[in-house]
């Protein structure tokens, strides 16, 4: 066996889906049908015959059913992020194992592969028993298939303010958010609980290499680094990686690396992020939205790294020139000297009551950041509630451009409402003037003007 949770997640599959077809097979709402197959006899004017149920069809007829049980998107998740699913399918020998059967996707192929294991199992069973040799067997070959040529390498990381209620949430592609009480495969050293006492969280991501790929240690730096910034921005809490993470390939002993430079100080975690299970489908949707839509380059890119060096950062005052510089980038393209990010942020991020407040505030802290440039700026306790806000902010306006709510040109969108809003305030044109008739005078109006004192 070298991919443990591709193992781990067919079996689980293979496990219900046995009760779910045995229940369905004694129900007899849909019979599972037999042919009658000729095996040959002592003599050939007598020959013997046998039935062979068609598990295969019965299967397929129930390929809405099965996709409900609770192992099912595990398993073809496990499935999706293995590279050798085609070789597997033309060994099948099946005419679905062309592209046109399953849609050329890797979810067609994941569910197409999942098809065929699941009949391969049970063929010619006609009470849909799970035998762990003939599981065994099927999966042994399966995998010989699927890995050829190939290794499995797995890494784990902690996870500092982020709690789950589930014992795993399984992300997609080979990322699996689990509690340290439900790995009992990791090393020692990432099971150590908090000073809290609470199960750590770990990041499991594990995947398929093969010669010629990226460095295993490169791409496991570049995904938990995304799921870190899709994390931060799920939630205001000071989420953060440990220094240390953990490597190990085709099943061998754990590894350490460092995931944050030896002399980079260490990130203050402040609160918890807790996720209940109603919020998992949440959570999910979110961190593929961010793996999806992340750009390479551009603005709204610079905006985000400078985000991530300010959620890195153990100084307040240098997270708030990170954070300005993020603003800076998408609110205000003219320069600094224009003055046109605290009203653009404050018409982006405020309600119309208190628009001139964040505005004055936003003012505030670009003036702080100069006298800190000086060294005379406040302290960091009275700043940070201040730069947390601040952070807020970025946060908000970066969520809603990653999720659609707003487009990248954010300066843009910001002046149009400005303007708008500025059209709505103008008094009414006043009616033109008339000449009086001798018929018609106006009352002669006193001004308000108060009166001198005598």
């Known amino acids: 066996m070298r991919n443990r949770l591709l193992h781990t997640a067919l079996s689980a599959f293979c496990e219900e889906a046995a009760w779910q077809l045995a229940s369905d097979a004694a129900g007899g709402e849909d019979e599972l049908e037999f042919e009658i197959d000729e095996i040959g006899g002592a003599r050939k004017s007598s020959p013997l015959y046998c039935y062979r149920p068609l598990t295969g069809d019965f299967i397929d007829r129930r390929q809405g059913i099965l996709s409900m ?153 570049v995904r938990l680094r995304r799921l870190l910034l899709a994390l931060r921005l799920y939630d205001a809490t000071h989420i953060a990686l440990g220094r240390t993470g953990w490597q190990r390939t085709g099943g061998g002993s754990w590894v350490p690396f460092a995931l944050t430079p030896s002399h980079s100080a260490p990130v203050p975690v402040r609160g918890v992020c807790a996720v209940p299970p109603q919020q998992e489908d949440e959570l999910r949707a979110f961190i593929s939205l961010v793996f999806r839509r992340t750009p390479k380059n551009g603005e709204l890119a610079w905006a985000m790294r400078r985000f991530e060096l300010a959620c890195d950062r153990p100084s307040v005052t240098e997270t708030l020139t990170d954070v300005l510089l993020a603003l800076r980038a998408l609110l205000e393209p003219e320069g600094a000297h224009s003055g046109h990010l605290p009203d653009r942020l404050a018409v982006l991020c405020a309600i119309p009551e208190q628009r001139a407040i964040v505005a004055e505030r936003v003012s505030h802290l670009a003036s702080i950041e100069r006298s800190i440039v000086a060294g005379v700026g406040p302290s960091e306790e009275v700043l940070a509630p201040l730069v947390d806000e601040l952070t807020d902010w970025l946060r908000a306006l970066l969520r809603d451009v990653i999720c659609g709510h707003l487009g990248q040109d954010l300066y843009n969108v910001a002046d149009e409402m400005i303007a708008g809003e500025t059209q709505s305030a103008e008094p009414e044109p006043a009616a033109p003037s008339v000449e009086p008739t001798p018929e018609f005078r106006p009352a002669e109006r006193t001004p308000h003007v108060a009166p001198w004192p005598l």
């Open 69 to 221: 049980l609770p192992s099912f998107l595990p398993a073809i998740h496990a499935l999706q992020s293995c590279g050798g699913l085609d070789g597997y399918l033309l060994a099948r020998g099946e005419n679905r194992s062309s592209k046109a059967a399953y849609g050329g996707t890797p979810r067609g192929r994941a569910e197409e592969a999942l098809r065929c294991l699941l009949s391969e199992i049970f063929e010619d069973s006609s009470d849909f028993v799970l035998h762990k040799a003939r599981f065994e067997s099927v999966y042994d070959e399966f995998e010989t298939l699927v890995m050829d040529g190939r290794a499995q390498t797995e890494v784990i990381a902690t996870i500092h303010g982020l709690a789950i209620a589930s014992q795993r949430v399984d992300l997609g592609e080979g990322l699996v958010l689990v509690r340290a009480n439900a790995a009992p495969d990791a090393p020692a050293e990432a099971l150590h609980a908090h000073d809290d006492e609470r199960p750590p969280v770990l990041a499991e991501l594990s995947w398929e290499s093969a010669p010629g790929d990226e460095a295993p240690l490169r791409h496991a730096h």
